[in-house]
C-alpha cells in the first residue's frame, strides 16, 4: 500500500502564492504518475496537474502559467507551487497516484489518494 500526506496549505490574499507537498511512503515502488485534484464546495472534483512517470507534465487550463507541478522521487514527494492565486482557487487539494506511469483517466482511476489540505483564497 501507498500512503499519501499532503501538506502546505493555508490562506493567502489574492495574488499570494503557497506550495503544497505530498509526501508518499510505503510501496513506494508502485507509484507512477502523480496528480494533483481539487473540490471545492458544491463543485465536482477536478484535475489541476499531474506529473507522469518520464517527468512529463500537464495542466489544466484553468491553471496554467500560475502553477507548476514537480516530484522529487528520491523523496518520493509530489510539489504544487500555486502562484498569482485567485479566489476561485479556494479548494480541498488532493494528492492522488496511481500505478501506471500514464496519466490519462480520472479520479477513480487513481488507487492512491491522500486526505486533503486547504487552500483558501480571500480577495
Known amino acids: 500500500q501507498v500512503r499519501l500526506v499532503e501538506s502546505g496549505g493555508g490562506s493567502v490574499q489574492s495574488g499570494g502564492s503557497l506550495r503544497l507537498s505530498c509526501e508518499a511512503s510505503?510501496?513506494?515502488?508502485?507509484?507512477?504518475?502523480m496528480a494533483w485534484f481539487r473540490q471545492a464546495p458544491g463543485k465536482e472534483r477536478e484535475r489541476v496537474a499531474n506529473?507522469?512517470?518520464?517527468?512529463?507534465?500537464s495542466y489544466a487550463d484553468f491553471v496554467k502559467g500560475r502553477f507548476t507541478v514537480s516530484r522529487d522521487n528520491a523523496k518520493m514527494t509530489l510539489y504544487l507551487q500555486m502562484n498569482s492565486l485567485k479566489p476561485e482557487d479556494t479548494a480541498m487539494y488532493y494528492c492522488?497516484?496511481?500505478?501506471?506511469?500514464?496519466?490519462?483517466?480520472?479520479?477513480?482511476?487513481?488507487?492512491?489518494r491522500g486526505q486533503g489540505t486547504q487552500v483558501t483564497v480571500s480577495s
Open positions: 510505503g510501496a513506494t515502488y508502485g507509484v507512477g504518475c
Open positions: 492522488a497516484a496511481r500505478s501506471s506511469g500514464y496519466c490519462s483517466g480520472s479520479w477513480p482511476l487513481f488507487g492512491y
Open positions: 506529473i507522469a512517470s518520464d517527468g512529463s507534465r
